[in-house]
């Protein structure tokens, strides 16, 4: 089989090493891939965002299935394009990708299904967020509907700052992704990553995963893409992943598909686990990155016949049934090495090299890397490498990750110290 991956980042790298070790795949081009993608298959200079070029790329290819990994062209509509040509594609329409392209939309949905959340109101004036505001108890949570490159939320903690962050989101701070906005209660609990596939009917539930989202050690700075993660996360034991399951997952699978949007490809849900339960925090409409590190190198069966039967509409179709997936048992943990500066003003280009070998346990994952003139390996975006390992405990993950770090020189670049810290190794 041919797989075409769409991205070029520490996800993409990580699908692209787990699909090409299935005996089923013989040929993998990437668009536009890395250095690291580059070592498994062919990359053609296509940005994951040029929605026309892509297309264009697919119908010369004629791959069997198409794998898109990051959001921009989901939401731009690549899967509704490809799928009607006839393509097999993992990853959602336009409309189903509204699950993380609107958060307005996804919190109305939520209220259609029952689906727990946090209470929000939507606004689209400083008048109406501010009478909203003056209702809720701080810290204010606020968020720019639109995609705005997991820098669209804004937690105030005060009614002034509030105001503010209000004003000025509305004020196009993310151009059309913030003229409306969604503002809503403060949840307090354990955050997990949970990941399904759905063919858009059937759904296969993955594992959960944590992710560290501030850019420093002991969760100060600002927000950022993710800079570390962890599986298995501690709260998501087997009896809070069939709540999350029963309560969140397939509810928003059903409700997609009686509305006419069925959700094909991997659903991720940002959770909160509280006192009361679990609550949606948001919606993915692909893997994370980091977490799809930590799931690629957690996963023994293969991901191939799963990505198919997503795309073909067959997930639990009797005859043709994908084995269901085989987690090790170990523990993973991904460390991101980023460009100083990051995630606001970061140079690109900066020096980096690896080491010529890894043990079987570790893996670095190219996030934003290229090769200059003189093919080198330079950095080439703020998140520059996922260094992704197994162990017996995410202690022991997080230690071999480390050892790994140590051995990378990238004078230039910074990573947290405290991946995983927060779990404790099993006695
Ligand atoms: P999101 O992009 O919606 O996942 O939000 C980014 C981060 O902001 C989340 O990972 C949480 O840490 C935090 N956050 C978002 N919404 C809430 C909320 N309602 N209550 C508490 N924290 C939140
Ligand atoms: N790591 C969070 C995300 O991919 O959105």
Not at 59 to 70: H, K, S, T
């Amino acid at each position: 089989m041919k797989v075409l991956l769409i991205g070029g980042g520490g996800r993409e790298h990580a699908l692209g090493w787990k699909i090409t070790q299935s005996p089923l795949v013989d040929e993998l081009v990437c668009a536009p891939g890395n250095p690291g993608l580059a070592a498994l298959g062919r990359c053609e200079p296509v940005s994951a965002e040029d929605v026309p070029a892509l297309t264009a790329l697919a119908l010369a290819e004629r791959p069997d299935l198409v794998v898109i990994g990051p959001e921009a062209p989901l939401a731009g509509g690549l899967a509704d394009h490809l799928t009607a040509h006839g393509m097999m594609v993992f990853g959602p329409s336009a409309k189903a990708a509204q699950l993380e392209s609107s958060k307005a939309f996804t919190k109305e949905f939520c209220d259609r299904h029952a689906i727990p959340t946090a209470g929000y109101r939507t606004v689209k004036t400083t008048a109406e967020a501010n009478e909203y505001l003056q209702m809720l108890a701080p810290p204010f949570v606020l968020k720019a509907d639109g995609l705005a490159a997991g820098k669209g939320v804004v937690i105030a903690q005060d009614l002034q700052e509030a105001q503010q962050a209000a004003a000025t989101l509305l004020d196009g701070q993310f151009g059309s992704a913030s003229k409306t906005l969604v503002i809503e209660e403060f949840l307090h609990g354990v955050e997990a990553s949970f990941f399904a596939f759905s063919d858009g009917r059937h759904v296969v539930p993955l594992i959960a995963a944590q992710d560290h989202k501030r850019a420093f050690d002991g969760d100060l700075g600002p927000n950022t893409g993710g800079m570390g993660a962890f599986s298995p996360a501690p709260q998501m034991d087997e009896a809070m992943t069939a709540r999350v399951m029963k309560e969140i997952i397939l509810p928003t699978i059903t409700g997609m598909a009686a509305e006419g949007n069925p959700f094909i490809g991997v659903l991720f849900a940002g959770l909160m686990i509280g006192s009361t339960g679990p609550k949606l925090i948001e919606y993915n409409v692909r893997f994370g990155d980091p977490e799809c590190q930590v799931l690629m190198m957690r996963l023994q069966s293969d991901l191939l016949p799963l990505l198919l039967a997503c795309a073909q509409g067959d997930l639990t179709n009797a005859a043709n049934r994908p084995p269901a997936p085989q987690w090790d048992e170990r523990a993973c943990a991904s460390v991101v090495m980023a460009a100083k500066g990051y995630p606001d003003t970061y140079q690109k280009h900066l020096a980096l090299s690896l080491p010529k070998q890894t043990a079987p346990a570790v893996q670095i994952f190219h996030a934003g890397t290229t090769l200059d003139k003189q093919d080198m390996l330079v950095s080439n975006g703020g998140r520059v490498l996922a260094v992704t390992a197994l162990g017996a405990n995410v202690t022991e993950a997080a230690a071999m990750a480390y050892q790994e770090c140590d051995r990378i020189n990238f004078p230039d670049g910074f990573y947290r110290t405290d991946i995983g810290a927060s779990v404790r190794p099993a006695k």
